[in-house]
């Protein structure tokens, strides 16, 4: 056993005997560690703070490697209260841990590789910063699992056609025939707006740290049906998270 220092971000909590928890932190460099925080639920704890869910820190940690490490002590980096606290905007919290729960399936693909998952993790911290900071979640979320779609090993091709590899004339996308048709390859697909085209190159392409703003487009919609059917054609992971989407379209309508 080891004390190392290390980035992470807490990604899951259980409760363990009457004043602990074992935490599950997606760390930069080592992927997902099982760590447990002793007496964290005692009031006058010092791990109390840093023993919850979302909370992004730098952690002391008594390593052990392939088994349950124990928390030291944790430099908060950030709490994300905007998203924990604000209990008028529940959309926040929600579309925040479905991209946390999204990005540990993704993780626990056995094709991931050790240095995808530093990409990885660098997608998320970016993601749950900026849905603290304001910008609409759900977008966020979509940008998310385009982007994820490469690590799977089923990015679709949104930069020429899928099936000639023509850049030229493209028309439509098509979740079944794996991204972009042009014109010489089209048979009876859907006909999507041009703009949904541009978009879906733009959201795929755009870094996440550097957005300032997002304004929703019609175009969207062309894009969130073809990203969802995609992922329910092409991975294995999308009926773990179809019913967290849905639940979330319909507080949508509420809201």
């Given amino acids: 056993m080891k004390i190392i220092k290390i980035e992470g971000i807490v990604t899951g909590e259980q409760n363990y005997s009457e004043s602990s928890k074992i935490l599950k932190i997606l760390t930069k460099d080592l992927g997902i560690i099982s760590v447990i925080s002793k007496g964290c639920k005692k009031p006058k704890s010092p791990l109390r703070s840093v023993s919850n869910n979302?909370?992004?820190a730098i952690f002391d940690i008594s390593y052990k490697e392939n088994s349950l490490s124990t928390l030291i002590s944790a430099d908060i980096i950030d709490n994300f209260k905007?998203?924990?606290?604000?209990?008028?905007?529940?959309?926040?919290?929600?579309?925040?841990f479905t991209i946390v729960d999204l990005?540990?399936?993704?993780?626990?693909?056995?094709?991931?590789?050790?240095?995808?998952?530093?990409?990885?993790?660098?997608?998320?911290?970016?993601?749950?910063?900026?849905?603290?900071?304001?910008?609409?979640?759900?977008?966020?979320?979509?940008?998310?699992?385009?982007?994820?779609?490469?690590?799977?090993?089923v990015m679709p091709s949104i930069d020429c056609c899928a099936a000639c590899g023509s850049n030229k004339d493209i028309v439509t996308m098509d979740s079944k025939s794996f991204g972009f048709i042009c014109k010489n390859c089209y048979q009876d697909e859907v006909i999507v707006n041009k703009d949904a085209l541009k978009l879906i190159r733009m959201l795929y392409y755009i870094d996440i740290s550097r957005i300032k703003n997002l304004k929703v487009k019609e175009e969207i919609e062309d894009v969130r049906k073809f990203i969802n059917s995609y992922y329910e054609d092409h991975?294995?992971?999308?009926?773990?998270?179809?019913k967290k989407i849905i639940a979330l379209n319909k507080l949508e309508g509420v809201l």
Avoid at 111 to 135: A, R, T, V
Avoid at 137 to 145: E, K
Avoid at 235 to 242: A, M, R, W
């Fill in 235 to 242: 991975t294995g992971i999308y009926f773990n998270i179809k």
């Fill in 82 to 96: 905007n998203i924990i606290m604000d209990y008028k905007d529940l959309a926040k919290k929600l579309y925040a």
């Fill in 103 to 153: 990005t540990l399936q993704v993780i626990s693909q056995k094709q991931i590789e050790k240095d995808e998952i530093k990409s990885i993790y660098e997608i998320l911290i970016s993601s749950i910063k900026k849905i603290d900071e304001g910008l609409n979640p759900r977008i966020i979320l979509d940008i998310v699992m385009l982007k994820y779609l490469n690590y799977l090993g």
């Fill in 54 to 56: 979302l909370i992004y």
